[in-house]
């Protein structure tokens, strides 16, 4: 009986995945100028959205008039992504909310042209997330922690690029708070200059980081020669990634303790369940010339291959819990610990390789694009249990172990007629000289030796459109090894629609599927989400 029930629920989730997609599809598959369906209503209104830019006519053009040498511009963005499962407890996470995102962005960007050869830039933003006012749950209180999960309210976040440059032919500089991105790929490889705002954790999309990565205060200068070019990065300002924290929507359901228990700790009522005393986390000083960051990177052109290498010197985005002493009261044991960061040596290689496959059956001439990115890092810090179990025995310890990581990708990329798109990236995490008392640590497989991501992306525009609607599907299976074999699945698909050079819309689904309940994806398994995205650009 609890097997036959078991399959129905498997069914009934499976065709109501399946229903939601084709409602996707079914709500964008419209020819906008189907006159049967909706005749001169909706070409009078696809007119006016054509010239709908109100801030364009009434903010940008008005202050580009009054000071020329200044170019404005920005967007406005709103998300929205709703649960598609019922309220309910799920692991360890009160789970009694619907909207996991309800996010409004309001982005500015300045270009001050001071001469030829300088400009100014300034990056504002202006966030705001609705999910922790408009709708009551108990389990979503992360503001108390962080109120930048809520609203951005400090220089650090609403100031986000600020910088002064200076390019000629073969030289640029820039100096100030800025983002740098080294990667190409879907997902991260060499893309680690910046740290991350992970608050959607495998929500997350490469698409977005432009938007997540969290810019730092550097000097990045690079030099041209030729088709090559070198760029030298020196970081005084250490940032960290954010996590998802305890009461935000995508926080892990398996990290204990519950989150009645995680609001006493943040009330400072009670001590975390492991019994661990946690002192204040040290981090690295930008008043210390020991505690910069330093990077450089190479790009040779020798076309149709370009490659590069890179090194890049940095502090590891994320702390780790090192014992520093051990208290015995009342015969009961705990352990000091205090988060630090630690120092990474990141050794990486990128490559891109363009030609075309001739005579292909139903195709003809393929174009295709052959990329790799992959990162070497030395000396991770990674928990072991064998360490910590002897530090409460009296042989105190750090409780952490080094091991070196590999991580890489390679992407096949295809332009098939019709401009359709179709990538394939295998990713692939591994940690040497791994065992499993170890836990998680940078660039390593995450709960495993090693992890596999056999990424599938296909995306087609439609011409009765004149390719404004444009469907894509992608598909992340998540293996690994020697353990734990499968983690899950997780599947997005996309409807967009450009309703004029300044509007966009998007109808996204995401599914997590199969996978244990202690999986990466796995434990995601009651967060599928139907979502939609509106962009005003201007």
């Known amino acids: 009986m609890g097997q036959r029930r078991g399959k129905s629920e498997r069914g009934q989730r499976l065709a109501r995945r399946a229903c939601v997609v084709w409602l996707c599809v079914l709500g964008v598959w419209v020819r906008p100028c189907q006159a049967s369906l909706f005749g001169d209503s909706w070409s009078r209104f696809d007119r006016f959205l054509a010239t709908f830019d109100p801030a364009g006519h009434y903010v940008r053009q008005p202050i580009e008039k009054q000071i020329p040498a200044l170019t404005f511009k920005g967007f406005y963005r709103q998300w929205s992504d709703i649960l598609l499962t019922d309220d309910q407890r799920v692991g360890f996470r009160h789970k009694d909310f619907r909207f996991v995102q309800l996010q409004s962005l309001l982005e500015l960007e300045m270009h001050y042209q001071i001469s030829p050869n300088i400009e100014v830039t300034n990056v504002d933003n202006f966030l705001y997330d609705g999910v922790y006012n408009w709708q009551h ?11 930048t999960l809520r609203a951005y309210h400090n ?9 002064l440059s200076y390019r000629t032919h073969s030289l640029d500089v820039v100096l100030g708070k800025q983002q740098v991105a080294w990667g190409k790929m879907d997902g991260q490889f060499i893309d680690m200059i910046n740290p991350m705002d992970r608050r959607e954790s495998v929500q997350l999309e490469s698409s977005d980081f432009e938007w997540r990565r969290l810019p730092t205060w550097m000097a990045n200068v690079t030099y041209f020669f030729g088709a090559n070019s070198l760029q030298l990065l020196y970081i005084p300002n250490f940032e960290q990634d954010r996590q998802p924290v305890p009461g935000s929507p995508w926080f892990s359901p398996r990290i204990p303790p519950a989150d009645t228990v995680v609001k006493a700790i943040l009330d400072g009522r009670v001590i975390p369940t492991s019994g661990d005393l946690v002192r204040k986390r040290k981090r690295p000083s930008a008043w210390d ?3 910069h960051e330093y990077g450089a990177r190479l790009d040779v052109s020798m076309e149709p291959l370009t490659w590069g290498l890179i090194y890049f010197y940095a502090w590891d985005d994320n702390p780790s819990n090192f014992i520093v002493d051990r208290v015995v009261t009342d015969a009961v044991t705990r352990l000091v610990i205090q988060p630090r960061h630690a120092r990474l040596h990141h050794f990486g290689l990128t490559a891109d390789y363009a030609s075309s496959l001739a005579r ?8 295709i694009v052959l990329r790799v990115e992959g990162l070497w890092t030395k000396g991770v810090h990674f928990p072991d249990a064998t360490r910590r179990a002897a530090a409460v025995a009296g042989h105190l310890n750090s409780g952490l172990i080094t091991r070196d990581t590999l991580r890489a990708a390679v992407a096949l990329e295809f332009a098939f ?40 992306f296909i995306e087609r525009p439609f011409r009765f459109t004149r390719d404004r609607l444009r469907l894509s599907l992608t598909l992340y299976p998540y293996l690994s090894g020697p353990v734990r074999d499968w983690q899950g699945l997780k599947t997005k698909f996309i409807a967009s629609y450009n309703f004029s050079q300044f509007i966009t819309g998007r109808l996204i689904y995401t599914a997590y599927s199969s996978g244990g309940r ?13 979502g939609w995205e509106v962009s005003y650009e201007f």
């Open 417 to 456: 007629p019709g401009n359709t798109s179709v990538i394939l990236q295998p990713s692939f995490y591994y940690t040497f000289d791994w065992r499993q008392t170890l836990g998680n640590g940078f660039g390593g497989g995450v709960g495993d030796q090693w992890n596999l991501l056999p990424v599938f």
């Open 360 to 367: 292909v059956p139903l195709v003809g001439e393929l174009p």
């Open 155 to 163: 220089f650090e976040r609403i100031v986000r690029e600020l910088y």
């Open 518 to 530: 202690t999986d990466v994806y796995g434990q995601y398994d009651k967060w599928d989400n139907i």
């Open 137 to 147: 749950a108990a389990g979503l209180f992360a503001p108390r922690r962080s109120e």
């Open 289 to 291: 010339w020991g505690d």
